[in-house]
Each structure stands twice: as structure tokens, then as C-alpha cells.
């Protein structure tokens, strides 16, 4: 199957994946009366006196926002944010199927932090959390930063953070199956914006001692010229062995290679300098930094890449549902460390030792004990580490 062409007829065929139904009947006038006037008075009114019932009497506690810009939309680009509906639609789609989240796309025209941001609060009051999606970096920490620090609700960058955590439970399952300890290993990430950024400080706080960052210009070191201020900052907490020069340096050696870049960036003879039982995560959509077979042939252990139509897809969608779910279950008023560690060790978890070999190191996506699984880790995490409401 050609899956755009397909696609773009099937969009044309559906205009729209998501759409509201009513959960209560209003077929008569005792049904309106209870569900509209007059009888909506009495929660209108209670809500007045206690905001925080509105997650008791409304569908708040349930509801989340996909929120962009359009500036960092899939593989695309900034394309707008009109032109990034579909894939907001699309992930709407999928909180509802595997967390059973109410989620709508919300496409903001700006690229004023001030203004997303503000727009945000000003809404944040409809929604039991806050989900931003396909923001560009290095304006998307500002924002998220800033509505973590203001809202009382839990907010999350799903390509920074969903990212770190399905990279994470994908790297200790392989790290499993080829025998290396965490704290061992060195890592090569390829990609410095949002993703690959959050999957460094999320390694380095899983326990990795040695990450190696690069982009298009190289390797990140400290006192490099050309480094802007997000990346400064994270060429000071990486890159100990300050190895400087091209991606082809930084990989030589090196236990991981992760990429979230571009296209055909990594070559045979790259993986072929990689240490014994490499792991190569080759993540770039829809064109891989390196194929699969190529990995494979140039001597990889394990291979996982973004694709559906390969095995070991690394895939967010493992990720926001379930956390979402756990987290809007006890109330949590943000979504910290504990909470996105358990996730992606109940992620890890559900690839038994029987099941694990080289192409399985991840449940699949529509695997639903996934979903449940990090939904549970996640909600308890939250209620331990003290963020959850229902527990206070």
C-alpha cells in the first residue's frame, strides 16, 4: 500500500478523525431540563463556590488539549498550524483509543511564546491537563517551562519528553539483550532540538555517564563558538570526553547511537567503528538516518527506528496515552521525573525475558497492557512523589 496516497484519499473520506457524541440523553423535557436549564444551575453555582469541583461535575477531568504552533509538525517543518491538524486529529484519535483521554487540537497562529503561553492559561481552566505538541525548539522549553511553573495542571511536551521515555524503555530492553549495564555505556545522540535534548537529560538522569551530542555542525563541546544558548547548556552536561569534530567522531566507540535528525546522515563504515553489540536507533521520519538493513548488515546487535513497517518501532504512542491516563486519574498537578521514569520502565516491563530477542525490545503500539501498565506506573509514581490532589 502507498500509505500517503492512501492516506490523503481516506482524510478526504473521513474530515476528521475525532468528533463530540453526548453522554447524557436530552430526547425530552425532563432530560434538558437536568442536562441544560434550570436544573445546570445548581453545578454552575457549586463551581462558583469551589473551582476544583469542576473536575467533579464537568468532563475537565477528563480532557486534555493537543496544543501547536505548526512549527515542528511530524518530518515537515513549520507548516502552519492549520497544516498540522491532521496529525493533532491523529493523536486526539489515539488518547482516545488507548488512554481513553477527550482530547481536541487546539492550533494556535502565533509564534510569540508570550502569546501561546497566555493563550494557554487563559483556556488551561477547560482541561484536566495541558499536552504541547510539534512546537520548534528552542522556543518550545520556554513556553513549557513557564506553564509548568504557572498552571496548576499537569503539562507536557510529548516530543521532548514522550520521545525521552519510549527512547529509554526501548535502550534498556536492548541493553538487556546484548548484556551492558546503564551506567557503562556511551551514547551518541544526532539531533539537538527538542527531542534530542530531552532524551540526553533523561539518559544522564537514568544513570548514563557518558552522552555525546551533535547536529548539523558537529559535535556539541563546550567553547564552541557556534553553540547558541540551548545549546551551551547542554554541552556542558555532556560530551565529558570533549570529543570535537563530526558526527563519524563522536560514534566511533560508541555503545548507542541515537538518531532524531535527518535523512542518511549515518553511513555503514560509521556503525562498523561502534563498540561490539552496537544499538542503533535510527529514528528520523520518514527517512532514516541509517536503514535498518544497513545497521544491521554493518555489524548493529539491535536496531529500532520510527517506523510502523519495521520492527522495533519507537513510537510516542507507548507513551501519552497511558501517562495521561494516570495522571488525570489521581489529580496530579504536573508530571515529574518519578512519574516519566515509571512509564518508561513499565513500557520496558512488558517485554518479558522469554519474549526479548532483537527484533522485540518494545510492545507494540496497539498493545493495549502497554498502555495500562504505564497508566498504573504513572499514577502511583505520582501519588508517592507527593503531585497528586486525590492523595493530599
Not at 432530560?31 to 463551581?47: D, F, H, K, Q, R
Not at 504557572?150 to 519528553?161: A, E, K, R
Not at 555505556?185 to 557518558?210: D, H, Q, W, Y
Request: glycine share 8%.
Amino acid at each position: 500500500m502507498n500509505y500517503r496516497e492512501e492516506s490523503l484519499k481516506k482524510h478526504a473520506e473521513w474530515r476528521g478523525k475525532i468528533e463530540v457524541k453526548a453522554r447524557v440523553p436530552v430526547g425530552s423535557r425532563e432530560e434538558l431540563s437536568l442536562a441544560y436549564t434550570p436544573g445546570v444551575a445548581e453545578p454552575c453555582l457549586a463551581i462558583q463556590k469551589d473551582v476544583e469541583k469542576s473536575f467533579a461535575l464537568t468532563r475537565r477531568w477528563n480532557t486534555v488539549p493537543v496544543i501547536t504552533d505548526g512549527t515542528a509538525v511530524l518530518g515537515l517543518g513549520d507548516i502552519g498550524p492549520e497544516a498540522g491538524m491532521p496529525v493533532m486529529e491523529g493523536k486526539c484519535a489515539l488518547f482516545k483509543a488507548y488512554g481513553d483521554v477527550d482530547a481536541f487540537p487546539l492550533c494556535i497562529r502565533s509564534k510569540d511564546p508570550d502569546e501561546i503561553v497566555r493563550t494557554i492559561e487563559l483556556l488551561a481552566g477547560s482541561f484536566g491537563g495541558i499536552n504541547l505538541e510539534d512546537i520548534a525548539a528552542p522556543r518550545c522549553f520556554e513556553i513549557e517551562q513557564r506553564l509548568i511553573r504557572d498552571l496548576d495542571i499537569p503539562v507536557f511536551h510529548d516530543d521532548q519528553h514522550g520521545t525521552a521515555i519510549v527512547t529509554a524503555a526501548a535502550l534498556l530492553n536492548a541493553l538487556r539483550l546484548v548484556g551492558k549495564r546503564v551506567e557503562a555505556i556511551s551514547v551518541v545522540i544526532n539531533g539537538a532540538g527538542a527531542a534530542g535534548t530531552a532524551i540526553a537529560k533523561f539518559l544522564l538522569k537514568l544513570g548514563v555517564k557518558e552522552v555525546t551530542m551533535c547536529d548539523r555542525k558537529g559535535v556539541l563541546c563546550a567553547g564552541e563558538e557556534w553553540l547558541n544558548d540551548a545549546k551551551r547548556e547542554l554541552a556542558a552536561i555532556t560530551n565529558p570526553r570533549r570529543i570535537r569534530g563530526s558526527l563519524k567522531n563522536a560514534m566511533a566507540g560508541a555503545d548507542v547511537f541515537i538518531g532524531v535528525s535527518g535523512p542518511n546522515c549515518v553511513t555503514k563504515e560509521m556503525v562498523r567503528t561502534m563498540a561490539d553489540g552496537a544499538i542503533v536507533f535510527p529514528c528520523a521520519n520518514p527517512t532514516p538516518e541509517i536503514a535498518r538493513e544497513d545497521a544491521l548488515e554493518a555489524g548493529a546487535a539491535v536496531v529500532g527506528t520510527g517506523s510502523s513497517e519495521k520492527p522495533n518501532q519507537i513510537n510516542n504512542v507507548l507513551v501519552f496515552p497511558g501517562l495521561f491516563r494516570g495522571a488525570l486519574d489521581v489529580r496530579a498537578t504536573k508530571i515529574n521525573f518519578e512519574m516519566m521514569m515509571a512509564a518508561a520502565k513499565a513500557i520496558a516491563a512488558c517485554v518479558s525475558d522469554a519474549e526479548l530477542n532483537a527484533d522485540y525490545i518494545l510492545p507494540y503500539a496497539y498493545d493495549r497492557r502497554a498502555h495500562t501498565a504505564v497508566a498504573e506506573a504513572v499514577a502511583e509514581a505520582a501519588v508517592r512523589t507527593g503531585v497528586s490532589k486525590l492523595s493530599s
